[in-house]
């Protein structure tokens, strides 16, 4: 079991930046585990933004390549998504997502990191851009 518990977020002017938190625990966390920001927008399908694993195998989204970026502290057992330059079209609610590394270790750094069907998800956390 791994639990993910997120924070950060909140409202922005476009331009701005904004940085999310998500702190794994549990049994299976694991900083060999693969980690994925997703996010979704009223009435749009759920995005996976970037992927990473044990790390430092990443992949990005083009829509944020260059403006966001995903980094690991595995003393802490998190992982941060750095927002910059941030869009009104990055409003949306923003997810961490995680699985067992022995699970995922086929599509780490893969396109399809941002589509896999990750096992554990944290609450949630809004990020909103004005224009």
């Known amino acids: 079991q791994v639990q993910l518990v997120q924070s950060g977020g909140g409202s922005v002017p476009a331009g701005g930046s904004l940085r999310l938190s998500c702190v794994a625990s549990?049994?299976?966390?694991?900083?060999?585990?693969?980690m994925a920001w997703f996010r979704q927008a009223p009435g749009k399908e759920r995005e996976g933004i970037v992927s990473?694993?044990?790390?430092?195998?990443?992949y990005y989204n083009d829509s944020v390549k260059g403006r966001f970026a995903i980094s690991q502290d595995n003393a802490k057992n998190t992982v941060y998504l750095q927002m910059n330059s941030l869009k009104p079209e990055d409003t949306a609610m923003y997810y961490c997502a995680a699985d067992p590394y022995y699970e995922c270790t086929s599509v780490a750094g893969t396109p399809s990191a941002l589509t896999y069907d990750y096992k554990y998800w944290g609450q949630g956390t809004q990020v909103t851009v004005s224009s």
């Open positions: 990473i694993h044990a790390g430092t195998s990443t």
């Open positions: 549990g049994k299976s966390a694991s900083s060999s585990n693969c």
